[in-house]
């Protein structure tokens, strides 16, 4: 299969193409529904996929399996990301082999970055900078990989310290990963079309860059799927958002998805016109970060005047394909999918039979669409249209933290795996050096009281609703449970609230109060345990560093806490709280532990009460039922 660099040069003159980007869902069945909706997707033409790869290569085995997938079932032309420093060689050798094993012929080089309380180089000293991954590559590759670097058209920022944010700073840094034998530059995403435009001269301009002129450089765009994700995508990655495009998102429409998701789509369809039309058709090719969502990406791609000609012109499709056994390719994906299918017979991934687990081959060849499927009615399902298209809908709501786990989208919305988002200094200035329980229930509660802004688990600071339980959570914190989510409960507001209102005008939403904490495992068992028994209303999660997981619900069991009833639509389900959703967080939260344990020197006094509460707390979520009883579950923790 041809590498990207190749399969650019043989489009024609002027045509635009795009790119997906993926990442590793955290749960098996995620995991399944993403193989489908990558087969929809797959549909729509993108020139190439990339698969991210976790910080530190944390979900290696998994971004390794997706991206074969990808390549040699879905006979996709695969970039896999990979990340060097502070990593093994061992590793890297490994992931190189196993990608040209596979087929692939496409790396992104990035640096990533090193394990907290480490300096980039500390371990073998061999990979501290993204130039030498691409050094290596070349070394010991040749020209078999085509290698992606990142680009950053306001600069790259460590942590969320941006005062030295700037695009002089990095711009030798590009120069050295470019000269070492780069071939393609994708930017990290943005909003400002100026500042890239600017950014994309500069590099193209450069004399110190070998072929600058002909540099391939793709453009990051991410969708704006929800308000909130919208913010936070922006902050994590210090890109600013212009005055223009802050003021299409009034207060009025913040709280509604399909609004905001409106307004986004449109927002990206003019920042392609603009870079496609101010850079001479020069700039023809849009990476999308997906977030492993489709419904705005097709959109986008439907509605673009610049990328909407894909899935009209032939001679685009033939010249990205020239390459592959058309045949061959549809019978491997026909044989994926079958097999997809069987294993979800036997291991039903979505329970609910309004939320089905994707489209399959047998549903495309069914007489009611015709035997071949056209671009058009594969865009169809993916836009949310007909019967089939709440395959690719039915998880468009936030997931993140509390979304549904069965999602391809459930999880960190970068799906780079848990970190502190702030730099070791931001850290130090926060939370000090608690040397006893005593000090780090004093920051959870200063949390609450808006004195910090910022948790290990949260950087987004407090929803409105939590004023409203506000006295209940320190009290908590005060007898020792850690608090780190929860929500009140609320009897249909109207979605218009200030407080609990989302979604479309003229509707009711719900709430069940929950609360997660760390608990010491001697309270869980004395007192906690026994108290949550008696209430038949109530519903826990519990599990530990080591995993011992104990429940009083149903095996395999999955809730909805948060849902919308509004007009001319189904009931909306935003937050469900499940046993593999609850499993895949406790393991990342105790990571999150030892994230904030490295701030500090082994066996120093806040190393050590860190590593107490490591081995002597259990991780707790407790849900109360009954939501018409908005006290219920407090008076029962603080009885």
């Known amino acids: 299969m041809a590498t990207i660099v190749e399969k650019y040069r043989q489009l024609p003159e002027d045509a635009a193409f795009f790119s997906l980007e993926f990442f590793p869902p955290k749960t098996e069945t995620g995991l399944r529904n993403l193989m489908a909706r990558l087969g929809r997707m797959s549909a729509l033409n993108p020139m190439f996929v990339t698969v991210t790869w976790g910080a530190g290569g944390s979900t290696q085995s998994k971004t390794l399996e997706l991206a074969a997938t990808c390549q040699k079932e879905l006979g996709l032309t695969t970039c896999l990301h990979l990340t060097c420093t502070n990593t093994d060689r061992e590793k890297i050798d490994h992931a190189l082999k196993t990608a040209k094993d596979n087929g692939i012929k496409n790396i992104l080089a990035l640096r990533g970055d090193p394990p907290r309380g480490e300096d980039l180089g500390s371990g073998s000293g061999e990979f501290r900078y993204a130039v030498d991954l691409v050094r290596y590559i070349r070394k010991h590759y040749g020209d078999y990989f085509c290698i992606g670097v990142a680009g950053y058209p306001e600069g790259h920022v460590e942590g969320s310290d941006d005062s030295e944010q700037s695009v002089e700073h990095d711009f030798p840094y590009l120069v050295e990963k470019l000269n070492a034998g780069a071939d393609f530059l994708v930017t990290q995403l943005f909003f400002d079309v100026d500042k890239f435009l600017e950014y994309e001269k500069k590099v193209k301009s450069c004399k110190e860059i070998k072929n600058a002129k002909d540099l391939l450089i793709l453009p990051g765009l991410m969708p704006i799927n929800g308000y909130q994700l919208f913010n936070r995508a922006a902050k994590l990655s210090h890109a600013s958002v212009p005055k223009e495009i802050q003021d299409r998102f009034p207060d009025s429409i913040q709280g509604d998805d399909n609004k905001v998701k409106e307004v986004g789509v449109q927002v990206l369809i003019e920042m392609i016109d603009k870079i496609y039309g101010n850079s001479d058709k020069k700039i023809r090719g849009f990476h999308f970060y ?188 005060k007898k020792g449970y850690l608090t780190i989510s929860s929500q009140p409960a609320t009897n249909g507001s109207n979605s218009t609230d200030k407080i609990f209102g989302w979604g479309p005008d003229n509707g009711y939403v719900y709430q069940k109060s929950f609360v997660e904490m760390f608990v010491p495992k001697s309270e869980w068992e004395s007192v906690l345990k026994d108290k949550l028994a008696k209430d038949e209303n109530v519903g826990y999660y519990k599990s530990d560093l080591e995993g011992a997981f104990e429940t009083n619900l149903p095996e395999s069991s999955a809730m909805c806490v948060t849902w919308g009833v509004f007009p001319d639509r189904e009931v909306v389900q935003t937050t469900l709280l499940g046993e593999e959703s609850f499993k895949a967080w406790n393991e990342e939260s105790f990571k999150i532990w030892k994230e904030w344990q490295r701030l500090y020197p082994n066996r120093s006094k806040s190393s050590d009460v860190i590593q107490y509460v490591l081995d002597n707390y259990c991780l707790v979520t407790v849900i109360h039922h009954d939501f018409q009883k908005e006290s219920a579950l407090w008076d029962l923790l603080l009885d």
């Open 290 to 477: 997906t977030l492993n969502l489709e419904k705005s990406i097709a959109e986008i791609i439907d509605r673009s005047p610049v990328l909407s000609k894909i899935l009209e012109n032939d001679d685009v499709e033939n010249a990205i394909d020239e390459d592959v056994d058309a045949d061959d390719t549809e019978a491997k994906r026909s044989r994926f999918i079958q097999n997809l299918e069987s294993r979800s017979n036997s291991n039903k991934v979505i329970s609910d039979e309004s939320q089905p687990l994707a489209i399959t081959t047998s549903d495309l060849k069914s007489s009611s669409i015709g035997t071949k499927p056209s671009k058009r009615t594969i865009l169809a399902i993916s836009l949310g249209k007909g019967t089939l298209g709440k395959d690719a809908t039915w998880d468009e709501f936030p997931n993140g933290r509390f979304g549904d786990s069965r999602s391809p989208a459930y999880g960190e919305i970068d799906g780079y795996g848990p970190s502190l988002k702030l730099t070791s200094s931001e850290a130090y200035e926060s939370w000090g050096y608690p040397t006893t329980v005593k000090d780090l229930s004093k920051l959870f509660i200063n949390y609450l009281l808006s004195k910090l802004k910022v948790l290990p688990w949260s950087e987004l600071g407090l929803n409105s609703e939590t004023a409203i339980i506000q006295e209940e959570l320190i009290n908590l914190n």
